[in-house]
Each structure stands twice: as C-alpha cells, then as structure tokens.
C-alpha cells in the first residue's frame, strides 16, 4: 500500500497496482520482492515505459539492461496485459511505469559497484511471479475500462437519437410522448455496475459506493464481492446492507431482485486507512448474465485462498499451543520457593533449608544488609 501511495504522489497516473511476495530463501540468503505499476495519466505514451529498480531501498541507476530485475520484466508478454511488446522482447511500450524493489540480507550484485543485481533463477521467478500479478490487476483495469467507455457512447448515443425521434413522432401524429425508459432498457440488454472511492474528511475513512444498474428486461439476482484493503488496524465501520466475508479482504453482498430499469446502491466505509491509501476497487459478481464494471469470481482461485487462510491460522494456532505447552512444562519442572515461618520451604518438598538467625533477620531487614556490602559495591 505504501509502494501504491509512493508511486501515485509522484507520478500523475490513472491506475496503481502493486504485489508484495512472501519472503523465501535462495542460497541461504532471505529475500522479498515488491512491485508497482502505474499507468495512464501524463506518463509518455510513445517509448518504453520506465523502470525504478531498488534493492534494500537503494535506487539501482545504471546497468539496466544488464539487470535481472530488467530481464523478469522483460520475460512477461504484455501484450496478453495492454501493453504494446512488439516481438514479445525487450521492454513493452505505453503509458505505465514499473517500480521493483529486492530486499535481501545479501544481494548478489554483478560488480562491486552494485550497478545491477546478477542472475539468480530464485529471485527471477519471484519477480517474474509478481509482475504477472501487476499485470493481471493492469488488464481488468483496461478491460473494465473499455466496457465502461463503449456502454456510456451507447447509452449516449440512445439517450440524443430516441427522445428527438419520439418528439417528432408525437408531434406528427397528435399523440403524447411515451415513456422511453422500457425501450432503452430493451435497446441497452445489459447489467452495468458504477464504483467509486472517496474520501470522508470527518470522519477520516475511506468510502466506498457500488451501483448497479439493470438495463434488461427482466429481472436479476447477484451476489456483489469487492475485494478491500483489510489488514491491522484497518477495518470496515460502516455497512447498512451487511453481507458476509468470503475470504481475507473480500466481501460479499446479496442482491436477490433486481427489477428491469432498477438500480441497487452498496455502500460501506472503511477506518484505518490515510487520504490515497486505496484509490480502486476490484469488484466481482456470482449469477447468470455479465455485468459491466466487474469480473466474474473465479471459484477455483476463492477456494485456494480459503484453503491457504485456513492453512495459515492453523498453523498460527499450532505455533501458539506449542509454545503454551513449553512455558507451562518449564512452570512444572522449576521449584517454587515459598516461606512459611522459620524455613524456606521448596514447593516440590525435595528439601526444607533452615535459615540461620542472622539470615532471617536480614531477611526481615533488608536495610541491614548495607553493612554487609562492600563500599564500592554500594556506591555502583
């Protein structure tokens, strides 16, 4: 999210997307890498995009070609991603600019001037891995998009041409207009879905707004998911409609009729975020028919995320029983001391020690002991 917030405050792009690998090892070494992407905006259309290269947050600033983070880059085909690769090598061409960050206890450069990190097949992988998932979030951006832009020209478009014709009808034959809200939803045959992120200065949360729009004839029946930045301490506040969680920062409301012509409005806050933290929203859609402004849930993918959220807090829960078990078979096996009286007896009733007198007395006298203490060592 900071990498997402970085990259928008300094460059002036329409999109932001980011993926944070999990840490893993290569040759011993930890490691993990972060990407960003950002498209549109003032970036040069015409030319390769840019590309900012770090390692443990140092900017790399020669050698770029030479570079393994270049050549992951390089490996991806983006043209499955909007983006133009001519010959599907080199650099890709548009308005977008990539930043890539290794962070490692031990980088392996190719010189001792740290210009460009060397091969590591590891580290390639993990790059090449989140550059897809950047790419992914880059193509349902541009495919979103373009929907949205050829659906608005249409409804346009029906919106100047039908009310002229229909004026011009009722005027020569004498008649009232009639209601075009019926012929449009007929002429338009589709679902379409607005988002929109905002800002609520007052109370200081991200807010979120979903509307649905049924162009169609009939009616329909969605479950609306839309995926938010949950992690510590950010969390959802508001939510009037309810719903429930699929899965880590994804959730799901039900729309059980939606009426032809009808349109249904989800909206939710979200505390815990600062001004820029989440700029977009990826919204999806179980039930039959498309729906414009969002991506069919993939099933398959919702279930391994389950799979991998109920892995992890196992595991979580397993770690901590152990670590319970450990403190409570240390808290056994030591002797608790205990005084009781003259003597000091050992909870475990190994063995009973009788102090002395003049122990006992110190013992009830602390202040005593001063003059038991070497000077030097009272003055430490």
């Known amino acids: 999210m900071l990498i997402k917030k970085g990259l928008s405050k300094a460059i002036d792009s329409r999109f ?13 070494n930890p490691f993990q890498i972060e990407v960003g992407l950002v498209f549109g905006g003032d970036l040069q259309a015409e030319g ?67 210009e460009a990190v060397a091969d590591n097949e590891e580290v390639f992988e993990e790059v090449r891995r989140a550059m897809l ?49 019926p012929v449009i939803t007929r002429i338009m045959n589709a679902v379409f879905l607005e988002d929109e992120i905002g800002w609520d200065k007052h109370s200081n949360q991200a807010v979120c707004s979903l509307t649905i729009y049924n162009y169609t004839a009939r009616a329909r029946a969605y479950t609306i998911l839309a995926k938010w930045p949950e992690g510590e301490g950010v969390a959802i506040a508001e939510n009037p409609r309810g719903g429930r969680k699929e899965t880590t920062g994804l959730w ?7 009426d032809p012509g009808q349109s249904a409005e989800i909206r939710f806050t979200v505390s815990g975020l600062s001004k820029g933290d989440w700029t977009d929203a990826e919204i999806f ?53 205990e005084t009781s009286g003259e003597s000091l007896v050992v909870s475990s009733d190994e063995s009973v020690v009788e102090p002395s007198n003049e122990s006992q007395r110190m013992i009830n006298n602390p202040e005593d002991l001063r003059q038991w203490t070497p000077a030097e060592e009272v003055n430490e």
């Open 16 to 28: 932001a997307s980011t993926a944070t690998r999990k840490p893993t090892v290569s040759q011993g």
């Open 252 to 258: 799901a409301w039900r729309l059980d009729t939606l």
């Open 285 to 337: 859609f179980r039930g039959n028919g498309d729906i414009i402004g969002a991506t069919k849930i993939d099933e398959k993918l919702l279930d391994e995320m389950r799979k991998m959220e109920a892995l992890a807090l196992a595991e979580a829960e397993y770690a901590a029983a152990t670590m319970n078990e450990s403190i409570q078979r240390l808290v056994e096996r030591t002797p608790v001391l």
């Open 133 to 181: 998932e950047v790419g992914r979030g880059l193509r349902n951006h541009l495919k979103k998009s373009s929907q949205r832009k050829k659906a608005q020209e249409k409804f346009d478009l029906i919106n100047i041409i039908l009310p002229e014709i229909s004026r011009k009808t009722s005027q020569l034959l004498g008649r009232e207009e009639p209601d075009l809200a």
């Open 48 to 114: 390769p995009i840019e590309i900012l290269r770090f390692t443990n947050r140092v900017p790399l600033m020669y050698q770029q070609g030479g570079c393994l983070l270049t050549k992951a880059l390089e490996s991806v085909d983006w043209k499955r991603y909007g983006l133009d690769h001519p010959g599907g090598r080199g650099l890709p061409k548009g308005p977008a600019a990539v930043l890539i960050h290794l962070a490692s206890t031990n980088v392996q450069f190719t010189s001792e001037a740290k």
